[in-house]
């Protein structure tokens, strides 16, 4: 560090946290902490205080009435997650303009990939789950928890070549928007049609903000979140679709190019050189102030507000909405008795459409591409690490649990679906982590 840095007392507990925070295999670290807390939580004394408090509702009231008076874990599930599905929306939005989606040819195997690694997971689960309400639990085990496969991958370092962090990035990304759409076609309740079209409508306006050259991000947020998601809230669609519409609404593009943007800064880096400062205050003269507030304006002008947006609510996501998700919906009782876990086959369809289906989907459709000469092989990949891949895929929590809210009412098939979630997804990252470890020898 610079030893003209004036470093203070505090900086010596925040610069750790920073640090942490940084870290690619932190998100992951923290979400396998919450998982096994909700677990103590959901196994203890504490069972009934932990399920009470989720069970809580709350609302707004006006005129004597109550508006969205919905639980705890209702509001966990659809607005904090809403928070995420944005952040994924985003994260969708950049990769397509500008990322590992933006040429075909690069992209199509982590598609490919994607698109096996959904449809096998719901094949498999379909074939243990053919009929009946268990039937309706086939979108569980097609979701990629891309915190956790990234987090085990990171753990690895640098024997993992760069290719297959980008590709199972990419995979995870495309998996995202796959599992966004299973919810908005297959998980969506009665739809409000008035609501809906009203949300739809200040959508249109979000994208004609975006076309006029509106970037202010308060634009986007009051009409994102106090038109677009409480409408879709009301009308019957999931309100996180809405978050991931929005997402899209938000300008990727720049005011003023690189090129302008340097010449600007080394303008003011010369002003502000040859400004005299006041030797007798800390603080700085106007004429300074004057100068820091142009460079701050064209940093703003050359960022994108999708990016600054994305690096500005990553880590909220990351370390504070992801974790309280995981606490909120990770706590399966580990008392069911046996026989009632297998007396259908939604644990054992969960896990095996997981461990199985996303590494046969992964890895096959990836290899028949490759053969077929349609997808190239990315540098570094081999078979073997493609099927440690294929294991880290199969990490579903996140998504996994998400979809398991929306697709089973009756608490005993959250809880058999939740358990399968958790042996596949553990014996899956064990499994991607030693086939990885052992192929980078």
């Known amino acids: 560090m610079s030893n003209n840095y004036n470093q203070k007392p505090i900086d010596k507990i925040v610069q750790p946290m920073q640090r942490f925070i940084q870290q690619e295999k932190s998100g992951g670290l923290l979400l396998g902490i919450s998982v096994i807390l909700a677990l103590i939580l959901a196994n203890t004394p504490l069972s009934h205080s ?30 904090l997650m809403s928070i995420f599905f944005f952040v994924v ?4 939005k950049r990769e397509i303009i500008g990322g590992e989606l933006s040429n075909v040819r690069k992209a199509l195997l982590p598609i490919v990939a994607a698109v096996g690694g959904m449809v096998m997971p719901a094949l498999i689960y379909l074939l243990f789950n053919p009929s ?17 496969a990234l987090g085990v991958l990171y753990l690895l370092g640098n024997k993992i070549p760069l290719a297959l962090k980008v590709f199972l990035t990419a995979l995870a990304i495309v998996d995202d928007l796959g599992a ?81 943007f340097i010449t600007k800064i080394n303008s003011y880096l010369e002003r502000f050189k040859n400004i005299d400062p ?55 009782s580990l008392s069911i008795d046996i ?16 461990l199985l289906g996303k590494v046969i989907g992964v890895v096959g459709f990836s290899v028949l591409f490759i053969k077929l000469k349609i997808a190239r092989v990315p ?19 996140t998504m996994s649990l998400f979809v398991t809210s929306l697709a089973f009412s009756h608490e005993e098939y959250q809880t058999q679906a939740k358990i399968g979630i958790f042996a596949a997804s553990l014996i899956g990252g064990l499994l991607g982590y030693v086939i990885l470890n052992r192929s980078s020898k």
């Open 379 to 397: 540098s570094g990949m081999t078979i073997k690490n493609l099927f440690g891949l294929g294991f880290l895929a199969s990490i579903g929590f």
């Open 278 to 332: 006041d030797q007798n205050t800390p603080t700085l003269t106007n004429e300074q102030l004057h100068v820091l507030e142009k460079m701050n304006e064209a940093t703003l002008a050359a960022t994108p507000p999708l990016q600054r947006l994305e690096h500005a609510m990553h880590p909220a996501v990351s370390f504070l909405i992801i974790p309280i998700f995981a606490i909120a919906n990770a706590g399966v």
């Open 132 to 148: 009946g309400e268990p039937h309706q639990g086939w979108g569980i085990p097609m979701a990629t928890d891309i915190a956790f």
């Open 89 to 92: 929306g985003l994260e969708l």
């Open 50 to 79: 932990y399920h009470e408090v989720l069970e809580q509702s709350f609302g707004f009231r006006w005129n004597n009435e109550t508006y969205f008076n919905y639980t705890i874990h209702h509001w966990i599930n659809d607005g």
């Open 339 to 354: 026989e009632s876990l297998f007396n259908n086959n939604i644990a054992v369809g969960t896990a095996l459409g997981l």
């Open 180 to 260: 966004v759409l299973v919810i908005a076609f297959f998980y969506t309740a009665e739809i409000n049609m008035t609501f809906l079209l009203t949300g739809l409508f200040i959508l249109a306006l979000m994208y004609l903000g975006n076309k006029l050259g509106i970037r202010s991000i308060i634009f986007y947020a009051v009409l994102g979140i106090g038109g677009v998601w409480t409408c879709f809230l009301v009308s019957g669609v999931h309100a996180t679709i809405a978050a991931v519409l929005a997402a899209f609404t938000i300008p990727a593009d720049v005011k003023i190019r690189e090129s302008v």
